[in-house]
């Protein structure tokens, strides 16, 4: 079965530690993204990466890192650096070419104790 | 800069009657719009798009509306049904997904 997984679904952090969530695609996707939720708001984009070995920063990338060393991964690190990390985060991928629908995980909720 | 708004929050409608589910934009250079659906706990699920060169695109039971003067794009359902209840989030992008923005979602509850 084709699609996006998500790892862990809820995550609990300590203040000033750093935290990794994974997501993974098999549906052989060149682009994935990750997108940031919070209440009241529309998903901002993070991250973005078109191909293997780049990726760009999207609207709030302050505070978060990114890798894509192989084609079905794009783990998302939120750093110390980022001021209020509390949230749900979205990974999504989509086909090359045209504007595409994105297809997306089913997200992991990042709690900051 | 909320360039993809829903001003509505939440809509409740009945089971059978037709849900409407309004947004608007402020970009004229999107020229790509879309809707997702999402349940609790999942990720949002493509519904269905337009692009700019229609006015109109119909899938089923649902329908989008675009009046780009208007920069204003709407979802019709109809007839709604329960299992419609989710949260519908508008999206609209220019000639690349990098430029995706995002409504901050309406949250539909359709009762039986």
């Known amino acids: 079965d084709g699609g996006i997984t998500q790892s862990p679904k809820y995550l609990f952090r300590k203040e000033g530690q750093n935290v990794t969530l994974s997501c993974e695609q098999n549906?052989?996707?060149?682009?994935m993204y990750w997108y940031r939720q919070d209440p009241g708001q529309g998903l901002r984009l993070i991250y973005y990466?078109?191909?293997?070995?780049?990726?760009q920063k999207g609207d709030i990338a302050e505070g978060y890192s990114v890798s894509r060393e192989k084609k079905e991964s794009f783990p998302l690190t939120v750093t110390s650096a980022q001021k209020n990390p509390t949230a749900f985060y979205l990974c999504?991928?989509?086909?090359?070419?045209?504007?595409?629908?994105?297809?997306f995980g089913p997200g992991t909720r990042l709690t900051v104790l | 800069d909320q360039q993809v708004k829903q001003n509505s929050p939440s809509l409740s409608v009945q089971e059978g009657r037709i849900s409407i589910l309004n947004c608007d934009y402020t970009?004229?250079?999107?020229?790509?719009f879309l809707w997702y659906k999402k349940y609790p706990a999942e990720g949002p699920t493509f519904l269905i798009s337009?692009?700019?060169?229609?006015d109109k695109n119909e899938d089923g039971r649902f329908t989008v509306f675009l009046n780009k003067s208007a920069k204003h794009l709407s979802l019709h359902i109809v007839p709604s049904q329960p299992g419609d209840s989710a949260v519908y989030f508008c999206?609209?992008?220019?000639?690349?997904?990098?430029?995706?923005?995002f409504g901050a979602g309406t949250r539909l509850t359709v009762k039986p």
């Open positions: 999206a609209a992008s220019g000639r690349n997904n990098n430029d995706m923005r």
């Open positions: 337009i692009s700019s060169i229609k």
């Open positions: 970009n004229s250079m999107f020229d790509y």
């Open positions: 990466s078109q191909i293997v070995n780049d990726f």
């Open positions: 549906l052989n996707h060149d682009a």
């Open positions: 999504a991928s989509t086909g090359t070419g045209d504007v595409n629908e994105q297809f």
